[in-house]
């Protein structure tokens, strides 16, 4: 046994006849630099107690409920022996436990667990993980072992255990060690300080403020398009897209840079003088001319305001010119106090003259050519299409899981007037990156689900930026329709669309943030055991920002990061990962990120050929609404792969080989929406949608959300309501109502009218089953489902 080890044992020998010894051999160890012991006296509580506040800086009290315990297992028989027992005696174990309970129970105890960040919560796991490793230890270290025999004879103060116990509190909560440094690491105030290229130059700030169509990004794309050297920061790949044809077209040498895709202009791959990005591709490093950020109200997104917030701090470029709604004009003019810059707004009016009507479309048989019926569902989407097909009409339908391809295609199908297609179906994925020939905008409803800042799903009326964003679209400045209209489907709804419209629009009170993948490294390296999610939760704890900003909800990559935390990858790798964009509600596209995480960590690359198969190419034209969507989800899996091929070419190297491949499925889907109203009905058929119950149901919360009554039916939606069916529907009743109406043998009227009667009737019949004489349970029955007939 070496000399240090030996005086170590001696040092930690009980008080008593020993203590001289104790004292000598202590003297020894620091002659020999070896630690002192950590039981040699009473704990210090006033100057533990002290520094401890001292350190922590008088911050915010961290959420405990975040630190997830680690693990700490008992010792089994150790290789030397148990030398504690060995220089003592061995523990009786019920001695110990009551040592244990009387050490949990004392309040001054618990006061000092709290000047170490122990709180209640954290004091109880901490003490029944160190009684268990207590208890459950086959030997323990010479040390406690000495101090618990002390404690049984009296040679020492239940209180002595609290290093030991708080020695194990930090094993198993590391992050009491080390609050002070991830305080520091997660500071996120003064975010102008993370871009000191952008700092080390004075900026001109141009805000250009304006409706939609007012020609804003207009001007701004003119002084871009016109410097030696730019970079456009779009909110889509679409509106990248077109700046970057645009640009070429105009003979100005333009990249392309998105998260799936990079195309360099000059054949010898030199990057040209302008590029066109999307926003969150943007370089911070690259100095240029003339900036162009689009659409700067998204700062306040939820999910992506980090990336304008970014861009407008870290661009290094000579001008910076803003284009966006005039709510944010405060908030860049406050931010841009905090860098020293002056920003110059810009105004723009609307080119074209846009009205609210005075009246509803109230049926579909008012359509005209021209018109754009907005919803906010798929189900809207198919339940619209299907009615206006029956009128022998034809539409084009767009909405946001479609590929940019298909979007394009069927955009270039409604605006060209030699189509017969004369009328558009969609969501609010029109709202930008589109150019559309619409005359008159007919919101079908004005429920739109959203996610709030803390990730929680909201039902509630659109929002009077979204409404004026999406009304904005009709009679465009270069479409042929030179004024615009605005309704709704709905009689009811029509009060509440003006109501929103001329709603003062509020200003932005603050722009997004998020960690970098160099703060959360430094997050593992002082907590190298705890799971990336829990990393995540902890850093937004922890992190302080300025009241102008905010931390952008995280669910999307804690989501991806708990899909693939069992498999084993860096956490750089990990990180990256779990910023890939995927739809979570899409299953296949979750697994896929999954299998490809675990082929990387195999070190097997994803060639072309493996991923042919696992996709099951060849894919065959979808046959109803849910082969559609399985060919969605498969475009979105080869996103995925691209995306990922532009961080891991070495394990993802067929990029171009799957963006053909890409291409050849988007010509598939195409025809799948082109023949939607087909698909739609084989879905009916097969019963594999049931249109009329969903749409009926989203029209009940709409209603409900709107105006808190009680469900009724509307004209507008007569040929998909259940109420206006026999008491027994089929398949086949639901189409004689079609064909009638179809054939001119029965008017939208007509339909309601019988469907008045019907509900008469049935009103009456319900009257005669509550007589006196029925039966109690089926008169409670009724008076707990009111719509049950």
């Known amino acids: 046994m070496s000399f240090p ?163 194990h509190a930090k094993q198993i909560f590391p992050v009491l060690e080390c609050k002070d440094d991830l305080r520091k690491i997660s500071d ?33 794309i003119q002084k871009y398009l016109s410097a030696k050297s730019g970079v456009y920061c779009g909110p889509l790949k679409l509106l990248a897209h077109e700046i970057f044809e645009k640009s070429n077209a105009a003979g100005v040498p333009c990249d392309l840079v998105t998260g799936e895709e990079r195309v360099t202009i000059e054949p010898d791959g030199k990057q040209a003088a302008h590029v066109a990005c999307t926003v969150e591709m943007c370089s911070v490093t690259t100095p240029y001319e003339v900036a162009v950020i689009d659409e700067i109200q998204m700062i306040k997104d939820p999910a992506r305001g980090w990336a304008w917030t970014r861009a407008l701090l870290g661009l290094c470029a000579e001008e910076v010119h803003l284009c966006g709604e005039s709510a944010a004009i405060d908030l860049v003019t406050e931010l841009m106090y905090t860098t020293g810059e002056e920003v110059e707004v810009r105004n723009y009016k609307r080119l074209t003259p846009i009205s609210v009507l005075d009246h509803a479309l109230e049926s579909l048989d008012n359509l005209r050519p021209g018109d754009c019926i907005v919803c906010f569902s798929k189900n809207d989407i198919y339940s619209v299409s299907r009615q206006i097909e029956i009128r022998g009409l034809e539409s084009a339908v767009i909405y946001g899981s479609l590929p940019p391809g298909t979007k394009l295609a069927q955009a270039k199908k409604f605006n060209d007037p030699d189509d017969p297609c004369k009328i558009l179906v969609a969501t609010d994925a029109i709202g930008m990156g589109l150019n559309l020939s619409i005359r008159r905008i007919i919101f079908y409803s004005l429920i739109k689900p959203t996610i709030n800042e803390k990730g929680e799903k909201e039902i509630e009326p659109i929002t009077t930026s979204q409404a004026l964003q999406i009304a904005g679209r009709a009679g465009r400045f270069s479409s042929k329709y030179k004024e615009g209209e605005v309704t709704t489907m709905n009689r009811e709804d029509l009060s509440l669309l003006k109501e929103i419209l001329n709603r003062h629009v509020e200003p932005i009170k603050a722009a997004g943030l998020h960690p970098t993948a160099e703060q959360i490294e430094m997050f593992a390296y002082h907590l190298p055991d705890t799971t990336l999610s829990n990393l995540i939760d902890i850093f937004v704890d922890f992190s302080q920002v300025d009241g102008q900003y905010f931390v952008c909800n995280m669910d999307d990559f804690k989501f991806s990061a708990e899909l693939i935390q069992h498999i084993p990858l860096s956490l750089r790798v990990r990180y990256v990962f779990c910023t890939a964009p995927i739809n979570k509600k899409q299953p296949f596209v979750c697994s896929s990120l999954l299998q490809f995480a675990r082929q990387y960590s195999r070190n097997q690359p994803l060639t072309f050929s493996w991923l042919r198969r696992y996709i099951k190419w060849p894919l065959l034209s979808p046959k109803n609404i849910k082969d559609l969507m399985d060919l969605e989800a498969v475009h979105d899996v080869l996103d995925l792969y691209l995306w990922l091929s532009y961080r891991f070419i070495d394990m993802f190297p067929d990029a171009s080989l799957v963006r053909d491949l890409q291409k050849e499925l988007d010509g598939i889907i195409q025809d799948g929406v082109h023949n939607i109203t087909k698909l739609i009905k084989i879905s009916e058929t097969h019963k594999l949608l049931n249109l009329e119950s969903l749409s009926a149901e989203s029209q009940s919360r709409s209603s409900g959300t709107l105006k808190g009554q009680a469900r009724r039916v509307r004209g507008t939606k007569t040929l998909g309501s259940k109420a206006a069916e026999p008491p027994s529907p089929s398949a086949g009743e639901k189409s004689l109502a079609s064909r009638l109406v179809q054939q001119g043998l029965l008017t939208a009227d007509m339909l309601k009218q019988l469907e008045k009667e019907w509900l008469t009737q049935q009103m009456e019949h319900g009257k005669d089953r509550t007589e006196p004489g029925t039966h109690s349970k089926g008169t409670r029955r009724k008076k707990k489902e009111p719509d049950s007939d």
């Open 5 to 167: 080890r030996c005086a170590l044992l001696w040092a930690r020998l009980p008080a008593g006849r020993w203590a001289g010894h104790r004292a000598a051999v202590c003297s020894v160890l620091r002659a020999c630099g070896e630690p002192l012991p950590g039981a040699l006296g009473r704990v210090s509580t006033a100057a533990s107690a002290s520094s401890s506040s001292s350190a922590s800086g008088g911050s915010k009290a961290p959420n405990t409920s975040l630190f997830v315990p680690l693990t700490v297992k008992p010792q089994g028989p150790s290789a030397d022996g148990d030398v504690g027992a060995e220089l003592t005696r061995p523990l009786d174990k019920n001695e110990v436990k009551k040592i244990l309970d009387k050490f949990y129970k004392r309040k001054e105890i618990q006061k000092l667990g709290a000047d170490y960040g122990l709180d209640a919560r954290l004091f109880h796991q901490a003490f029944v993980s160190f009684r268990n490793y207590i208890m459950q230890s086959h030997s323990l270290d010479v040390d406690i072992h000495i101090i618990l025999n002390d404690i049984c004879f009296s040679a020492a103060h239940v209180d002595d255990l609290f290093p030991f116990f708080l020695r």
């Open 188 to 220: 996120l105030r003064i975010p102008p300080n993370w871009y000191p290229e952008a700092r080390a130059i004075q900026r001109k700030i141009i805000f250009h403020s304006g409706p939609t169509n007012s020609g804003k990004t207009y001007h701004a």
